[in-house]
Structure formats: structure tokens, C-alpha cells
């Protein structure tokens, strides 16, 4: 497996990571803990060090069960969790809305270090920017857990500009984490090259469009009523039957590539940016070894800038987000 350095950050990871959440949260019934266990271990075997969890997916549901996972392989892996949520610390309810309010950041790092059963956590990341407290409030809070060894890197999670250059003036931010890939391709116009001046890696969540661009969803899917994609306006039958048209192109590229749609839209992912390392999901182990064949997926110039103009040229129909989701996106 290739390695990948986020940033001037010196964090090391594979160039593809796993995004841990679907496991236990958000899209539909969580999976049986052994099952997922068994995957995680195989995804280390296959070479990835770098996986990502949050204390929201459950709620803590998820931490735990990468905690059990990686506890005989801990030193060998980058483990990334967030805080943000308002998530009663004594009950796990979630309130909804947001907390980061520092003495809420220090509660949640202590219960995350127990529920991953480590030591100290390589990336946090802030879930969501807070729009009630100050960003350098957020960011010195996280540095005060730098510097007493619970963390090692800061990140942030679909933070805006202004958000970014804040919180890196107070402790240097590792990596942003939001979401990117071709038919979500909004960080191109301000955030790419604002982590690039500022030597901030970039961790691309959803790299194949909550599962649409692998090819196995249509019109016709129907989603539980525990899966979120239930609600997201992009994935309402008519948004779907309107935006199989990206679906079609990367099927038509990966013929000719002997490969398939999800390997294009991951490969072509990696070749944007050396600093970026997309986190794709998944609970399935065909569909792990899938995905880490798009990181030795030759690509040429020519291919990336096909693929990059085709995509641009189709209209993708339907927000990314239900709108009580989208006003928790603080840009």
C-alpha cells in the first residue's frame, strides 16, 4: 500500500483510508460487531494504517468497536475520531445541535481514549465549526490535549476558509476532512487552494458519492428508513435517474481500463492532490479489495483530464444534505 504524508503535517497514511461509520451508523441497520471487527482487521492486513471514526456514530458505538479492532495492531495505525456533536456525556443521547465548548472537548477526548482503548489519538478533528464558540477557543483547546499527549494532530471537518485560517493560527491544523469527489466537487474553487498554501492535508469523505458512484444504485433502490440517503435530497428517485449520467460515464472509462466505476472515481480522487487520502466506506470485504485496487490504477494526464471535463458537464440534480444536516455546515 502506498503512504501518503497529510500536509507539512508529517502525519503518515495509507493513501486510502477506511471510514469506519456505516458499520455502526447512518446507513441503515448497524452490522454485527464481529463481522466489522474481522474487516478491519483485514483491511490492516491489506496494508491500511489509516482509519476514521467519530464519537457521533452511534452515538460511541463505533469508537468502541474500532477500539476492540485495533487494539492488537495499535502502533501499526492512524486512528482519527471527532467531537463537535452536543452528546450528553453521561447517557450518550444525543441533544442535537452542536457543543464545542472546550470543557466539552476535554470530556469527550478522555471518554474517546477509553472507548479506542489507546492512549492518545493521532487525528481529531472537529465535527462541525460551532458557530457559538470563538474557533480559537476550539483550537487552544485541542493544543492544551497536544501538549499533555492525548492527541497528536488537530483537524477540522467542512470547515470554510475563514474557519481554517483561524484555527491554524492557534495550533497548525493537519488535515481538513470534508466531502469531495466528482459529483461533489465544491472544495475545488476556495478550500483546495487554501490547504495547498497552507500545507493542510485533505481527507475526502464520501470519495464515491454515499455508495452512487460505485454503480449499484438506481432509481429503483429502495433505502431503510435508518439510512440517511432516505432523506438526502440527491437521492430522491428522480435526482437518482438524473444523475446516472456520471454513473454511465465512469462505467464507459472503466470498461476500457478493465476496471470499475468505483476504482475510476477513487483513482482519479488520487491523482488531484499527492496530500490527499480519501476515506471510503464500507462493509463488505469485495468491495475493500475493490476499492484499494484504484490506488495502482494507472491514470495518464489525459485520462484525468477526460474524465474531469466529461463529469463537469453533466448537471448533478439534488442537494447533498437534508436541510436541518446542511445548516450544521458552517462554511
Not at 149 to 163: M, P, Q, R
Not at 229 to 240: G, H, I, K, M, N
Amino acid at each position: 500500500m502506498q503512504q501518503r504524508t497529510l500536509g507539512t503535517s508529517g502525519l503518515q497514511v495509507s493513501a486510502l483510508g477506511l471510514g469506519c461509520m456505516g458499520m455502526s451508523f447512518g446507513y441503515g441497520q448497524a452490522h454485527d460487531p464481529h463481522e466489522m471487527i474481522q474487516l478491519i482487521r483485514a483491511a490492516v492486513e491489506r496494508g491500511v494504517t489509516f482509519f476514521d471514526t467519530a464519537e457521533v456514530y452511534g452515538p460511541w458505538a463505533n469508537e468502541a468497536l474500532l477500539g476492540e479492532a485495533l487494539e492488537p495492531v495499535r502502533d501499526q495505525v492512524v486512528i482519527a475520531t471527532k467531537f463537535g456533536f452536543d452528546i450528553d456525556q453521561q447517557t450518550g443521547q444525543n441533544r442535537g445541535g452542536l457543543n464545542s465548548q472546550p470543557a466539552q472537548i476535554r470530556q469527550v477526548v478522555d471518554a474517546s481514549l477509553r472507548r479506542l482503548r489507546t492512549d492518545r489519538i493521532d487525528l481529531l478533528y472537529q465535527h462541525r465549526v460551532d458557530p457559538n464558540v470563538p474557533m480559537e477557543d476550539v483550537a487552544g483547546a485541542v493544543k492544551d490535549l497536544i501538549a499533555a499527549g492525548k492527541v497528536k494532530h488537530f483537524g477540522l471537518s467542512e470547515a470554510g476558509v475563514e474557519a481554517i485560517r483561524q484555527a491554524h493560527a492557534v495550533q497548525p491544523v493537519a488535515a481538513l476532512q470534508s466531502e469531495y469527489s466528482l459529483w461533489w466537487r465544491e472544495p475545488e474553487q476556495e478550500i483546495l487552494p487554501t490547504l495547498e498554501e497552507l500545507g493542510i492535508g485533505f481527507v475526502p469523505y464520501s470519495p464515491l458519492g454515499k455508495g452512487f458512484l460505485t454503480g449499484k444504485i438506481d432509481e429503483n433502490t429502495q433505502f431503510d428508513k435508518t439510512d440517511f440517503r432516505s432523506t438526502v435530497p440527491r437521492f430522491s428517485p428522480d435526482a437518482r435517474q438524473a444523475n446516472q449520467a456520471l454513473v454511465d460515464l465512469l462505467g464507459r472509462i472503466a470498461q476500457d481500463k478493465q476496471a470499475t466505476p468505483a476504482q475510476i472515481a477513487l483513482a482519479w480522487l488520487l491523482a488531484q492532490k499527492p496530500w490527499i487520502a480519501p476515506i471510503p466506506g464500507t462493509t463488505k470485504l469485495p468491495r475493500l479489495e475493490e476499492n484499494l485496487g484504484a490506488v495502482a490504477l494507472p491514470l495518464s494526464a489525459d485520462d484525468l483530464r477526460e474524465i474531469g471535463q466529461a463529469a463537469a458537464r453533466i448537471p448533478l440534480v439534488g442537494a447533498r444534505y437534508a436541510e436541518a444536516q446542511q445548516k450544521m455546515i458552517n462554511r
